[in-house]
């Protein structure tokens, strides 16, 4: 629909409402020079994206993607397609921010996430992606699948790219030498020509299609008035090719296409590998919310009802049995079981709820029906609030900082300055354009930061490899940086440090039996304790088979109960025995399972967590980098203890909740100190997200796996010791290359400026500072003998 307006005799159109409230905007914020940019081009929204606006609105789409807060504002999470740079954050959040209706409206620049609330009964959705449209954008909701389609679609464009530079780099080369053969050895002039073309031919669509990439980095750079990296290489390679097409032309001079595909080639390596590096922005909310329940049963007037998590109320009764999971907080008023709450406090025993107990949201049931009261809604339970917490600590999250940014961000614009000014004194000294601009270039040649760019990337990418070799995945490169100045190392205890499951430790035997029968039995249940006494039956006997047991029997929290061929065997606790009339010693620091065959107790087995194997010596090795050891977990004192003393962990807290984990961190950062966090479970999730590295065992849950920095693979602590190792010694070679770099160019800049260096040698100059990098980087190999 068009809009005009008069204003001083002169009539303006605007495709829509909103282009007309930008350009006042615009005006009002002194940029309204942005229509003499955008010339004739209209901006407005094409009409296919018109079309489906009224999607937005739909019942369905709001159900899906919206969230209905308790105020009555709505909240959504948009993709804001067409960001390219802090500019378009800027000016998407101040047309957000000015549209009559909207509260809250923040875009996180790294992956294009806006969160928007605002007020329905003032403003449709469809209105707010119709304001984002008329300004050159596109909005739609975010959903994690297209974001991985997104994440791809990029990789596969720089890697076409880089293929094409590669292939045209290297044919180049061979028509390179023979022209350098033919300096010495003489040349046709007319064979000359056609190498020349050939060299061209394949230059051309290295420099357009290849460093698009750069030349896009460049204008993006300048229109927020900053020198990148980007803008010396695509100005360097420029330069070339335009002297070289020229020198093709007129039949003058050397050409120095070469140049130009080696400095594409080499610096879109470097990018490329950035690329791969990234950490994939999908939403760890996402994995939270995928753990829990949509639909949980609800009884209402004695009648059991499915239920949506999100209309469930306080006061409503609560069905939950084994095997599923809590959703909404709540305190027991009809039967009781075993709560596997490990996913949230690390406490590696079930823990047993009667009524009146309470019972937390991410919580398992593992044995016996029970039906409890909610003292919450599914916005405010425990599992909800961790996942707003995780979600504003994710976003605080400070970003790293590189060296090598820092120094390229003065360094190409020092370079750019002093090619000018080369430019100037050559051409004021000889009056020669040809001569004053091959030393300019030269300049920039010389100096185009292919080292300063691959000291980094390269150096961490052998890392990388070395560490994945020995089970340890770093999400992204800049992580090895702030891992090997760590010096503080927070653990979990359970399935960090220890295996995360009982074993047995002890056994006493009152009695013969078979061991069959105590199989068949334990096999019968999913408790742990049950799976413990199945793994020690099975390391210790050989050929065991599972009999045919009769009338199977969980009893709650206690054991279990069967029958076969006439007899009555029992297996569990000692409160169990107890009930049975059976009496047992209950001494023990451990946990206890009893084997009862007819009334008669025959065997008695102490389980317990064990710590990880090769635990103590990793950790003492980790120690003697000066790296202090804490360990923080939601277990008891007294297992929190044993387990400390037996690793030989320093210093620990025992029964924290995930929060007061994560205030342990901030403490050790107000402290001073950079702080890496290991854990496995969704209780350390909140703690990982707070620290400066996060590092989830393999095992681990798919919300640790997810919010974490680096991965141990193969769930060894030893690997978390070699995290360490390859981290500070990449980080010792990074730093020698950007030395190395930084001599090399102040060598070679002065020698380029004085004129002794043409394109031919700068290029070659510059190559040959990116293979010394390269080699010096394999060095970090040499400590370590991998797999």
Not at 64 to 85: A, P, W
Not at 105 to 128: C, F, G, M, R
Not at 312 to 330: C, F, H, Q, S
Request: proline fraction near 3%; include cysteine.
């Amino acid at each position: 629909m068009i809009t005009e307006e008069e204003e001083n005799g002169e009539i303006r159109y605007f495709c829509c409402k909103g282009c007309q409230g930008v350009y006042h905007l615009l005006r009002s914020e002194g940029l309204d020079t942005f229509y003499d940019k955008l010339g004739k081009n209209r901006l407005e929204p094409p009409k296919e994206l018109s079309d489906d606006l009224h999607k937005f609105d739909l019942e369905g789409f709001r159900k899906k993607y919206i969230v209905e807060r308790s105020d009555g504002l709505y909240e959504i999470f948009l993709i804001i397609e067409g960001i390219h740079c802090a500019a378009c954050v800027w000016l998407n959040e101040k047309v957000l921010h000015q549209t009559p209706g909207v509260v809250e409206a923040t875009i996180n620049y790294t992956t294009n996430k806006a969160h928007v609330v605002w007020d329905p009964e003032a403003i449709k959705l469809s209105q707010i992606i119709e304001k984002i449209r008329a300004i050159g954008y596109n909005a739609y909701p975010y959903d994690p699948k297209l974001q991985e389609e997104r994440a791809n679609k990029a990789r596969r464009d720089y890697y076409s790219r880089l293929l094409v530079a590669i292939f045209a780099t290297m044919n180049i080369m061979w028509i390179a030498v023979a022209q350098y053969t033919g300096m010495f050895t003489g040349m046709r002039s007319d064979v000359k020509a056609v190498l020349n073309v050939a060299e061209w031919v394949l230059a051309t669509p290295t420099l357009f299609y290849s460093g698009w990439v750069f030349f896009r980095g460049a204008w993006f750079g300048l229109k927020n008035r900053f020198v990148n990296m980007d803008l010396l290489v695509a100005s360097g390679a420029s330069l070339a090719y335009i002297y070289s097409l020229w020198a093709m032309i007129t039949g003058k001079g050397e050409v120095y296409f070469d140049s130009v595909t080696m400095i594409i080639t080499f610096v879109l390596a470097g990018k490329y590998l950035e690329v791969l590096s990234k950490k994939r922005a999908a939403d760890t909310m996402d994995a939270l919310s995928n753990a829990l329940p949509t639909e949980i049963m609800v009884i209402e007037n004695d009648e059991k009802v499915m239920v949506p998590v999100e209309e469930v109320k306080p006061g409503d009764i609560i069905e939950v049995r084994p095997g599923e999971k809590v959703a909404i907080d709540g305190v027991v008023v009809a039967g009781e079981g075993s709560f596997d709450e490990s996913s949230l406090t690390g406490e590696s025993e079930p823990i047993y709820k009667r009524p009146g107990d309470e019972i937390v949201s991410g919580s398992v049931a593992i044995d016996g029906v029970v039906r409890y009261e909610a003292t919450k809604d599914y916005g405010s339970s425990m599992l909800t609030t961790l996942v707003g917490l995780l979600e504003e600590s994710l976003t605080k999250k400070p970003k790293i900082e590189r060296l090598a940014n820092e120094i390229s961000g003065y360094f190409s614009l020092t370079i750019l300055s002093i090619a000018l000014l080369t430019f100037v004194g050559w051409f004021w000294m000889t009056g020669e354009f040809e001569r004053a601009l091959v030393v300019a270039i030269s300049v920039i040649v010389i100096a185009c930061p292919c080292a300063l760019g691959l000291a980094t990337p390269v150096a961490t990418l052998i890392g990388i490899n070395l560490a994945a070799r020995r089970g340890v995945l770093f999400k992204e490169a800049a992580y090895i940086e702030t891992m090997a100045k760590a010096d503080v190392l927070v653990l979990d205890k359970t399935g960090t440090i220890t295996e995360g499951k009982p074993h047995v430790v002890s056994y006493e035997a009152y009695g013969e039996y078979d061991p069959n029968w105590l199989y068949a039995l334990a096999k019968s249940s999913i408790h742990p304790v049950s799976q413990g006494i199945v793994r020690y039956l099975n390391e210790h006997h050989e050929r065991l088979e599972e009999v045919p047991l009769q009338k199977v029997k969980q009893v709650q929290a206690r054991g279990i109960t069967a029958e076969f061929e006439g007899h009555t065997l029992l297996g569990g606790n000692a409160k169990m025995m107890q009930e049975f009339g059976i009496d047992v010693d209950e001494e023990s620091e451990y946990t206890l399972f009893y084997f009862a065959v007819d009334g008669k107790a025959v065997a008695r087995f102490e389980l317990r967590d064990l710590p990880k194997q090769g635990a103590k010596e990793a950790i003492e090795q980790i120690r003697k980098l000066g790296i202090d050891i804490v360990m923080l977990t939601g277990d008891n004192e007294k297992a929190a203890a044993r387990v400390a003393e037996e690793v030989g962990v320093p210093h620990f807290k025992a029964g924290l909740f995930p929060e007061e984990k994560a205030k342990e961190i901030d403490i050790l950062h107000a402290e001073g100190h950079v702080v890496v966090m290991a854990g496995d479970g969704i209780n350390d999730a909140l703690a990982l997200s707070k620290s400066d590295i996060a590092i989830a065992m393999g095992s681990g849950s798919d919300v640790a796996l997810e919010v974490s920095d680096v991965v141990l693979l193969d769930d060894r602590i030893t690997s978390l010791r070699d995290a360490f190792l390859i981290s500070r010694r990449t980080y010792k070679f990074v730093k020698q290359n950007l030395a190395l770099s930084v001599i090399y160019n102040s060598i070679t800049i002065p020698l380029a400026v004085a004129g002794y260096v043409i394109p031919l040698v700068a290029a070659l100059s510059m190559s040959l500072s990116s293979l010394m990098v390269v080699g010096n980087s394999m060095r970090i190999k040499s400590a370590f003998k991998t797999k």
